[in-house]
C-alpha cells in the first residue's frame, strides 16, 4: 500500500489512510485520500477520524485495523 498517493494532495499514503478510506467511503475503493484530504471531504477535520482509527484499532472488531 505504500506506493499509494493521496489522489488530492499527491502525499504518500500510509496503511490507516486507506483502511479508513475504505471502512468510511467504499471497500471497493481504488483510489484514496489522505486522512486530511478525508477530513476535508467530510467535513470534519482529522480528529474526528483519528479517533475512529483508534477505536477500530484497540476494538479489534475491523479486519482493516489489525
Same mark, same amino acid.
Given at each position: ?6 489522489? !488530492?494532495?499527491?502525499?504518500? &499514503?500510509?496503511? +490507516?489512510?486507506?483502511? $479508513?478510506? %475504505?471502512?468510511?467511503?467504499?471497500? !471497493?475503493?481504488?483510489?484514496? &485520500?489522505?486522512? +486530511?484530504?478525508?477530513? $476535508?471531504? %467530510? ?24
Amino acid at each position: 500500500m505504500s506506493s499509494r498517493t493521496c489522489t !488530492t494532495c499527491r502525499v504518500p &499514503l500510509v496503511t +490507516d489512510d486507506v483502511a $479508513i478510506y %475504505l471502512k468510511l467511503v467504499s471497500r !471497493t475503493a481504488q483510489d484514496f &485520500l489522505c486522512i +486530511d484530504c478525508l477530513g $476535508i471531504k %467530510l467535513n470534519c477535520g482529522r480528529e474526528p477520524i483519528d479517533k475512529l482509527i483508534q477505536y477500530y484499532r484497540e476494538s479489534g472488531n475491523c479486519v482493516l485495523f489489525r
